[in-house]
């Protein structure tokens, strides 16, 4: 066991001797470190410079330092003491292979462990894993560690005993923030044990013992070798305890590394600095000739690598290996196998070159669904860069890009470009993006919340129910990305940020719907299922229960539209409306979410808003501030693809609420049953109405509560039928007030405040109410407020909605809100009948637009993102300046969200 070693940094390691008196020694750097074999506490009787090959099993004597090689060698000894020391480790043990390390960490566990890996592991960790998940009874949680928030959900303070990470993760070259991810362990489960497979980066490279890691181990056949000509693993730690018991293993088992493999290895390890500084300069210029070309590249070293700036705070170096994508696993095939200086093989590490297909290859004992689950693609090339002069490589690596067809000569340019395969979407999206002047647009959209004035509960059971839109709006930004990824940033539901791959959604399931087409009465659940299995599968369902079938939903519209053009942006929602309270929250999302696709699909087109009135014409043209713009096709349009997000969301909704979330105003709804026919009929001549919507802030099941009611039906059908017809004849009177254009306001009120009141208490009669609604309507209709409320939606909690008169006083009114705030309630002052769906207009020459945008800080609409993107965007926080639009969105208070956009420009309304 290697003995304690005073520990000074990470480049600049111990040096192996003693201080001179003379003055303090410098530490040696690493490529010192491994060139220098050399233990003061096992000094050689005759000072070989060369450990020499103890090649014996067992030793003479009793109480010696050694009696069997199984236990302890001298050769091994050395060995292991010089990997501790470059390691940043107090203990290193070596063993007969890297799977051989796994097995001796993984003995640890006992039935009952939980254990959180990466979803892109080598085939050999994999298969162990599900080894001792089927046999030992370890649970064992795969998740995306990229984004260390995806690791949170599953460490659990007593049952997580091990996390195994990777990075970068092999072979798609993801960055794992390792210290994040162990400060978390740490934090949550003390007792937890952090696993780095660091091979792909070696010592040289990365010391993840440096960045609290308790164990890390190596395949040693790779680059501490660096020749192929043994296999080995390495295991190193810093902690006694942990130490002890895997050396009680490796004793135990016998699995250690035997004397001329010891041998050899220390011999690869001196030479390891600089081996890995040729080969991973080599790699560098090989992924930037592959990324010129325009394939999908894999490697930290390029700018645009996700979480390169983890791997730089993490790394010394961008190591030697890199993967890259083709469009065709055929294509694929053809080019490993039109290789000749490039050797076909499973491993990496080795001074020659290698090429190969993960997914045929060393992933090849991953089911082909779970790698699909994983992200992991059929074409996938992974290159593993030698100590060849780097012009060779490039030169044989090209040809076989040529003869495979993957490249062609550009004779205008004189240089080879990527050949673009017969009928790729990627390539015809490429192209069309390239052509498009309007691929930097940002679409800012809002939609309507909704509350259902009268007739909840009974519309189910064919009453007539009216619902109106409420000037409390959700807002929708479709914003711009250059790094072939879709993204999501729904800030009132769950607060979820997510961002998948383009071409790593599942195309192979989608139906697209074509121009002019209506989206099929039936969903796509193979589309549905696959999204919630495939991108969305690692989202903890009782954190991101609703972000994940918010995001199924826009997922499934962005690809069933996209067809050939699948184009590269950020959706972030927010909303003014109060998230779950029965206000159509959902309803108003989906609006959003289907505007803004159909936008970017260019599925449907806003024209340009009438010019000014001109004298010269003799026209007086009367604004009507962008009301009814937006054209009755076009709300079809939109309508009937929120109606598909709604389907997606509540299984079998009315598609009352994404009508008035489109259209705005009233309408008046029925289900089609007791002889009345179903449809919904606006109301006409709506005029705007004010209310107080308060927020109970108390969860409601509806469906808990629908059935309920029906039950209650079915016991007291008398009861039950005499209410339901008096609320039916509340909706008939409600409706003939408020298309009577003649009725006076005085009277409208009047009358709808006792139609309030009475349809609440038919709710209460119904066992639908809840203490809390019932405190709200006492507080609005105690003196001096007078005012009437109930509840809307399906109440049990949920939200209440109060009628303000015209001549309610601002001052009441503030204090009638300040006593519901006092009672721990949120109320929102607002107005019901207003403007349906919205879209910010893109064109600039009516009210001196441009001046406005130039004192609105520069902020055009849809503004203009000056360029791509540079580094990588990641799906909780971005590194890079986001669009203008977007930022000022992100970043204004919800009390001012309104407010703010507004005053953007000039707004178009259904």
Same mark, same amino acid.
């Given at each position: 066991?290697?003995?304690?070693?005073?520990?000074?940094?990470?480049?600049?390691?111990?040096?192996?001797?003693?201080?001179?008196?003379?003055? =303090?020694?410098?530490?040696?750097?690493?490529?010192?470190?491994?060139?220098?074999?050399?233990?003061?506490?096992?000094?050689?009787?005759?000072?070989?410079?060369?450990?020499?090959?103890?090649?014996?099993?067992?030793?003479?004597?009793?109480?010696?330092?050694?009696?069997?090689?199984?236990?302890?060698?001298?050769?091994?000894?050395?060995?292991?003491?010089?990997?501790?020391?470059?390691?940043?480790?107090?203990?290193?043990?070596?063993?007969?292979?890297?799977?051989?390390?796994?097995?001796?960490?993984?003995?640890?566990?006992?039935?009952?462990?939980?254990?959180?890996?990466?979803?892109?592991?080598?085939?050999?960790?994999?298969?162990?894993?599900?080894?001792?998940?089927?046999?030992?009874?370890?649970?064992?949680?795969?998740?995306?560690?990229?984004?260390?928030?995806?690791?949170? =959900?599953?460490?659990?303070?007593?049952?997580?005993?091990?996390?195994?990470?990777?990075?970068?993760?092999?072979?798609?070259?993801?960055?794992?923030?390792?210290?994040?991810?162990?400060?978390?362990?740490?934090?949550?489960?003390?007792?937890?044990?952090?696993?780095?497979?660091?091979?792909?980066?070696?010592?040289?490279?990365?010391?993840?013992?440096?960045?609290?890691?308790?164990?890390?181990?190596?395949?040693?056949?790779?680059?501490?070798?660096?020749?192929?000509?043994?296999?080995?693993?390495?295991?190193?730690?810093?902690?006694?305890?942990?130490?002890?018991?895997?050396?009680?293993? +490796?004793?135990?088992?016998?699995?250690?590394?035997?004397?001329?493999?010891?041998?050899?290895?220390?011999?690869?390890?001196?030479?390891?600095?600089?081996?890995?500084?040729?080969?991973?300069?080599?790699?560098?210029?090989?992924?930037?000739?592959?990324?010129?070309?325009?394939?999908?590249?894999?490697?930290?070293?390029?700018?645009?690598?996700?979480?390169?700036?983890?791997?730089?705070?993490?790394?010394?170096?961008?190591?030697?290996?890199?993967?890259?994508?083709?469009?065709?696993?055929?294509?694929?095939?053809?080019?490993?196998?039109?290789?000749?200086?490039?050797?076909?093989?499973?491993?990496?590490?080795?001074?020659?070159?290698?090429? &190969?297909?993960?997914?045929?290859?060393?992933?090849?004992?991953?089911?082909?669904?779970?790698?699909?689950?994983?992200?992991?693609?059929?074409?996938?090339?992974?290159?593993?860069?030698?100590?060849?002069?780097?012009?060779?490589?490039?030169?044989?690596?090209?040809?076989?890009?040529?003869?495979?067809?993957?490249?062609?000569?550009?004779?205008?340019?004189?240089?080879?470009?990527?050949?673009?395969?017969?009928?790729?979407?990627?390539?015809?999206?490429?192209?069309?993006?390239?052509?498009?002047?309007?691929?930097?647009?940002?679409?800012?959209?809002?939609?309507?919340?909704?509350?259902?004035?009268?007739?909840?509960?009974?519309?189910?059971?064919?009453?007539?129910?009216?619902?109106?839109?409420?000037?409390?709006?959700?807002?929708?930004?479709?914003?711009?990305?250059?790094?072939?990824?879709?993204?999501?940033?729904?800030?009132?539901?769950?607060?979820?940020?997510?961002?998948?791959?383009?071409?790593?959604?599942?195309?192979?399931?989608?139906?697209?719907?074509?121009?002019?087409?209506?989206?099929?009465?039936?969903?796509?659940?193979?589309?549905?299922?696959?999204?919630?299995?495939?991108?969305?599968?690692?989202?903890?369902?009782?954190?991101?229960?609703?972000?994940?079938?918010?995001?199924?939903?826009?997922?499934?519209?962005?690809?069933?539209?996209?067809?050939?053009?699948?184009? &590269?942006?950020?959706?972030?929602?927010?909303?003014?409306?109060?998230?779950?309270?029965?206000?159509?929250? &959902?309803?108003?999302?989906?609006?959003?979410?289907?505007?803004?696709?159909?936008?970017?699909?260019?599925?449907?087109?806003?024209?340009?808003?009438?010019?000014?009135?001109?004298?010269?014409?003799?026209?007086?043209?009367?604004?009507?501030?962008?009301?009814?713009?937006?054209?009755?096709?076009?709300?079809?349009?939109?309508?009937?693809?929120?109606?598909?997000?709604?389907?997606?969301?509540?299984?079998?909704?009315?598609?009352?609420?994404?009508?008035?979330?489109?259209?705005?105003?009233?309408?008046?709804?029925?289900?089609?049953?007791?002889?009345?026919?179903?449809?919904?009929?606006? +109301?006409?001549?709506?005029?705007?109405?004010?209310?107080?919507?308060?927020?109970?802030?108390?969860?409601?099941?509806?469906?808990?509560?629908?059935?309920?009611?029906?039950?209650?039906?079915?016991?007291?059908?008398?009861?039950?039928?005499?209410?339901?017809?008096? +609320?039916?004849?509340?909706?008939?009177?409600?409706?003939?007030?408020?298309?009577?254009?003649?009725?006076?306001?005085?009277?409208?009120?009047?009358?709808?405040?006792?139609?309030?009141?009475?349809?609440?208490?038919?709710?209460?009669?119904?066992?639908?109410?809840?203490?809390?609604?019932?405190?709200?309507?006492?507080?609005?209709?105690?003196?001096?407020?007078?005012?009437?409320?109930?509840?809307?939606?399906?109440?049990?909690?949920?939200?209440?909605?109060?009628?303000?008169?015209?001549?309610?006083?601002?001052?009441?009114?503030?204090?009638?809100?300040?006593?519901?705030?006092?009672?721990?309630?949120?109320?929102?002052?607002?107005?019901?009948?207003?403007?349906?769906?919205?879209?910010?207009?893109?064109?600039?020459?009516?009210?001196?637009?441009?001046?406005?945008?130039?004192?609105?800080?520069?902020?055009?609409?849809?503004?203009?993102?000056?360029?791509?993107?540079?580094?990588? =965007?990641?799906?909780?926080?971005?590194?890079?300046?986001?669009? =203008?639009?977007?930022?000022?969105?992100?970043?204004?208070?919800?009390?001012?969200?309104?407010?703010?956009?507004?005053?953007?420009?000039?707004?178009?309304?259904?």
């Amino acid at each position: 066991m290697a003995p304690t070693i005073d520990l000074r940094g990470a480049r600049d390691l111990p040096t192996p001797e003693p201080e001179s008196p003379l003055g =303090p020694r410098k530490p040696y750097k690493f490529s010192t470190m491994c060139a220098t074999v050399e233990n003061p506490e096992a000094k050689d009787q005759y000072g070989s410079s060369s450990v020499p090959i103890y090649q014996t099993a067992t030793f003479k004597g009793v109480g010696g330092q050694y009696d069997y090689t199984r236990s302890g060698n001298p050769t091994r000894s050395h060995l292991e003491h010089h990997l501790a020391k470059i390691s940043s480790a107090q203990h290193a043990f070596a063993v007969s292979s890297g799977m051989a390390a796994l097995d001796v960490i993984l003995r640890l566990l006992k039935p009952g462990d939980e254990v959180i890996a990466g979803d892109d592991l080598y085939g050999g960790t994999n298969r162990l894993l599900t080894f001792i998940k089927t046999h030992v009874g370890v649970t064992v949680h795969h998740v995306d560690t990229t984004n260390a928030e995806n690791v949170r =959900p599953h460490i659990h303070p007593t049952k997580t005993a091990l996390v195994l990470l990777e990075s970068p993760t092999n072979p798609l070259i993801k960055i794992v923030d390792l210290a994040t991810i162990t400060r978390d362990v740490k934090e949550k489960a003390p007792g937890a044990i952090v696993v780095v497979d660091n091979t792909m980066m070696s010592p040289y490279l990365q010391r993840p013992l440096e960045h609290g890691a308790d164990i890390v181990y190596d395949s040693a056949t790779k680059y501490l070798s660096g020749h192929h000509d043994l296999m080995a693993g390495v295991i190193t730690c810093n902690r006694e305890d942990i130490a002890k018991k895997m050396a009680f293993t +490796i004793n135990s088992v016998g699995n250690a590394l035997s004397p001329i493999d010891s041998f050899l290895l220390l011999r690869g390890v001196k030479t390891l600095a600089i081996r890995m500084d040729r080969m991973q300069a080599t790699a560098g210029v090989v992924a930037n000739y592959l990324h010129g070309l325009g394939f999908k590249v894999n490697y930290p070293g390029l700018p645009n690598h996700p979480n390169r700036e983890v791997h730089e705070r993490l790394s010394d170096g961008n190591g030697a290996v890199l993967s890259f994508e083709t469009g065709s696993k055929e294509l694929s095939e053809r080019i490993v196998g039109g290789t000749r200086l490039w050797g076909i093989s499973v491993s990496f590490g080795c001074v020659n070159s290698l090429i &190969s297909m993960p997914c045929v290859m060393s992933h090849a004992s991953i089911d082909a669904k779970t790698r699909k689950e994983r992200g992991l693609p059929e074409d996938l090339i992974r290159l593993c860069v030698g100590i060849e002069d780097a012009s060779d490589l490039l030169d044989d690596l090209e040809h076989a890009l040529y003869d495979a067809g993957a490249i062609s000569l550009n004779a205008a340019q004189n240089k080879f470009v990527r050949t673009p395969l017969p009928d790729s979407p990627e390539a015809e999206a490429e192209a069309e993006k390239l052509a498009d002047e309007d691929e930097e647009t940002e679409w800012f959209v809002s939609s309507p919340g909704k509350v259902i004035l009268f007739g909840e509960h009974a519309v189910v059971h064919g009453v007539t129910a009216i619902a109106a839109s409420v000037d409390l709006r959700c807002y929708g930004l479709c914003s711009p990305r250059h790094d072939g990824k879709v993204s999501v940033h729904l800030h009132d539901i769950d607060n979820f940020a997510g961002a998948w791959d383009i071409k790593s959604l599942p195309w192979d399931v989608v139906t697209p719907v074509g121009l002019g087409e209506q989206p099929p009465e039936t969903l796509n659940f193979k589309l549905i299922e696959a999204l919630y299995n495939g991108p969305l599968k690692s989202l903890a369902a009782d954190r991101y229960r609703h972000a994940k079938a918010a995001s199924v939903a826009f997922l499934y519209i962005y690809m069933t539209l996209a067809g050939r053009r699948r184009p &590269s942006f950020n959706f972030s929602a927010r909303a003014t409306l109060p998230v779950g309270a029965g206000l159509g929250s &959902s309803a108003s999302f989906s609006a959003c979410a289907a505007t803004a696709l159909l936008l970017l699909h260019r599925r449907i087109s806003i024209p340009p808003p009438p010019a000014p009135s001109s004298a010269k014409t003799g026209h007086v043209h009367i604004s009507h501030e962008g009301r009814r713009a937006i054209t009755p096709d076009v709300a079809s349009e939109v309508n009937r693809w929120a109606f598909v997000a709604e389907k997606i969301l509540h299984g079998n909704p009315s598609g009352v609420d994404n009508s008035v979330a489109v259209f705005g105003g009233a309408l008046a709804y029925t289900r089609g049953l007791n002889g009345r026919p179903a449809g919904m009929v606006p +109301i006409q001549g709506f005029r705007r109405l004010k209310f107080l919507l308060t927020n109970s802030r108390v969860p409601r099941d509806t469906k808990k509560l629908v059935a309920g009611v029906g039950e209650l039906k079915q016991r007291e059908p008398e009861m039950v039928g005499r209410v339901l017809k008096s +609320i039916q004849h509340i909706v008939d009177e409600a409706q003939r007030a408020l298309t009577d254009a003649e009725l006076p306001r005085e009277a409208l009120l009047h009358a709808l405040a006792a139609w309030i009141n009475e349809n609440h208490s038919y709710l209460v009669s119904l066992g639908v109410s809840h203490p809390t609604l019932e405190n709200i309507r006492a507080k609005t209709a105690s003196a001096p407020y007078g005012l009437s409320t109930k509840l809307t939606g399906a109440g049990g909690g949920g939200c209440a909605v109060t009628l303000v008169p015209d001549d309610f006083s601002d001052e009441n009114l503030a204090a009638l809100c300040q006593d519901l705030v006092d009672a721990a309630f949120e109320p929102y002052s607002t107005s019901v009948g207003g403007s349906g769906l919205g879209i910010l207009s893109p064109y600039a020459h009516h009210r001196n637009f441009e001046a406005e945008a130039r004192q609105n800080s520069g902020v055009v609409t849809p503004p203009v993102t000056p360029g791509p993107e540079l580094g990588s =965007p990641k799906a909780v926080e971005e590194t890079q300046p986001l669009p =203008p639009l977007r930022q000022s969105f992100e970043r204004t208070s919800l009390a001012e969200l309104g407010e703010w956009a507004e005053g953007l420009g000039r707004w178009l309304y259904v």
